[in-house]
């Protein structure tokens, strides 16, 4: 008993620690991120990652599988699972306007901290922490205008959004099972807008700094449906939902004009630009989400399967203003797994070996062109010696955007580690 005390102890000071953590971290370096809420962060862990990123009708004991609560079902009556991961990115950007130039950045950060467990035979639970939206950009523009000149723009942007949730599913019957993830949203953005004048010498800079905080609660519902065709293969389907939804913002906001050295010291002036809101509520519109998914297993060998996401986002606003940048997205996510031998004494005929891809229409249309991102997968998941918990690694290297009508073409590569805790926390041992 006072073991598990200590286990959850240990528990709550983990989600404590990760929680400040993803509230410090700056998650990505995109222009893509300057719209809407950012670049939103499709979760997978890294067993799921590695196969194109399924989820909607997959489902395993000693994994975590957010995107369809649906699944917790599979969790063992005594068991404890604890899943947590890192992502490192290494991206390179390359535009050919007004001439060809490429920039690398690469970033790492917490990437998901869940628990699984059971509540009793027809009812299991799990809670954790995800990213949800992530903001990092800094973008200058240049044109040239009547009566000023030359005038330089400046774009700058980060924060992001996270979501706790509570996860709940239940056996409906033998086959079909049913979830729901209440999750709550929050997290800050901060956009920075800078205009200079270097050719009016009677022109002030200009500077608008928006500072905004988000908080609402969102619904994920789901189901999963499973039939057993003969002794080895099982086949399987997977629904997920998420409600629409309007989210509560406080926004500070101020402008001024400004005079700057060469070394980047700001002097403000007392001009009528000059302007300061504070605590200024707002209201965001999330659209719905839907996902479903389809999947053919032959029980401890191999698994394969196919999911399908849509989300409107050209119906997103922001108090009450649509943004003309924002279109509906499309995720395809094709995949699967081998394990060789589960219970081959031979280590290497233990490790799941894992591949896919995916291909997304990402919910961008910039300058008339929509945003396309492709990207294939790979991984491995690594058995621990005398125990159900393992090592998963996922790779991903694919591209986002084109270089055509004046935009940005990213090309990344995505590796996760993960770690996936099994644990007897429900059972008594006889001897300790």
Same mark, same amino acid.
């Given at each position: 008993m006072l073991k598990t005390k200590r286990k959850l102890l240990l528990?709550?000071?983990?989600? *404590?620690?990760?929680i400040l953590s993803l509230n410090a971290q700056n998650r990505i370096h995109s222009p893509y991120s300057?719209? +809407?809420?950012?670049?939103?962060? &499709?979760? =997978?862990? %890294?067993?799921?990652?590695?196969? @194109?990123?399924l989820g909607y009708a997959e489902r395993n004991s000693t994994s975590v599988n957010v995107?369809?609560?649906?699944?917790?079902?599979?969790?063992?009556?005594?068991?404890?699972?604890?899943e947590g991961g890192l992502t490192s990115n290494f991206v390179t950007s390359e535009t050919s306007f007004p001439v060809s130039l490429s920039q690398k950045s690469n970033y790492t950060s917490l990437a998901y901290m869940c628990f699984g467990f059971p509540i009793n035979r027809w009812w299991k639970g799990s809670f954790g922490l995800l990213p949800y939206s992530s903001v990092g950009y800094n973008i200058t523009e240049y044109q040239n205008l009547a009566h000023f000149g030359n005038v330089k723009s400046t774009f700058e942007g980060d924060g992001g959004i996270n979501q706790f949730f509570i996860?709940?599913?239940?056996?409906?019957?033998?086959? !079909?099972?049913?979830?729901?993830?209440?999750?709550?949203?929050? @997290?800050?953005?901060?956009?920075? &807008?800078k205009v200079y004048f270097p050719d009016s010498a009677f022109t002030y800079n200009t500077k608008d700094f928006r500072s905004t905080n988000y908080g609402a609660f969102n619904f994920n519902?789901?189901? &999963?449906?499973?039939? *057993?065709? +003969?002794?080895?293969?099982? !086949? +399987?389907?997977?629904?997920?939902? %998420?409600?629409?939804?309007?989210? %509560?913002?406080?926004?500070? &906001?101020?402008?001024?004009?400004?005079?700057?050295?060469?070394?980047?010291?700001?002097?403000?002036?007392?001009?009528?630009t000059n302007s300061t809101q504070t605590d200024v509520s707002g209201t965001i519109h999330i659209p719905l989400n839907l996902g479903?998914?389809? =999947?053919?297993?032959? $029980?401890?060998?191999?698994l394969l399967g196919a999911d399908l996401n849509l989300q409107n986002w050209a $119906?997103?606003?922001?108090?009450?203003?649509?943004?003309?940048?924002? %279109? $509906?997205?499309?995720?395809?996510s094709v995949g699967g797994e081998i394990k060789?031998?589960?219970?081959s004494s031979k280590y290497f005929k233990r490790i799941s070996y894992r591949a896919g891809f995916h291909y997304t229409n990402v919910n961008l249309k910039i300058n008339g062109t929509q945003i396309n991102e492709f990207a294939v997968s790979f991984g491995l998941g690594l058995p621990l010696r005398k125990s159900k918990s393992t090592i998963n690694l996922g790779v991903e290297y694919g591209n986002r955007g084109t270089t055509d009508n004046s935009l940005i073409k990213e090309n990344f590569t995505k590796i996760t580690i993960g770690f996936s805790a099994y644990d007897f926390w429900f059972f008594k041992r006889k001897y300790d």
């Open positions: 528990t709550l000071v983990v989600v *404590g620690i990760s300057r719209y +809407g809420l950012g670049e939103l962060q &499709q979760y =997978s862990n %890294s067993r799921y990652t590695a196969m @194109g990123g995107l369809n609560p649906a699944s917790y079902m599979s969790f063992d009556s005594l068991s404890f699972v604890f996860g709940q599913a239940f056996r409906i019957n033998k086959n !079909l099972s049913l979830g729901i993830n209440i999750s709550y949203l929050f @997290g800050g953005i901060d956009r920075t &807008q519902f789901g189901l &999963q449906y499973f039939k *057993g065709m +003969g002794k080895d293969y099982t !086949l +399987g389907a997977g629904l997920t939902f %998420s409600n629409a939804m309007n989210a %509560s913002t406080t926004s500070d &906001q101020y402008a001024y004009s400004f005079s700057e050295t060469y070394t980047g010291t700001e002097y403000v002036h007392d001009t009528v479903i998914g389809l =999947s053919v297993e032959k $029980n401890n060998k191999w $119906n997103f606003t922001n108090n009450g203003v649509s943004e003309p940048e924002l %279109s $509906n997205s499309m995720r395809i060789p031998d589960n219970y």
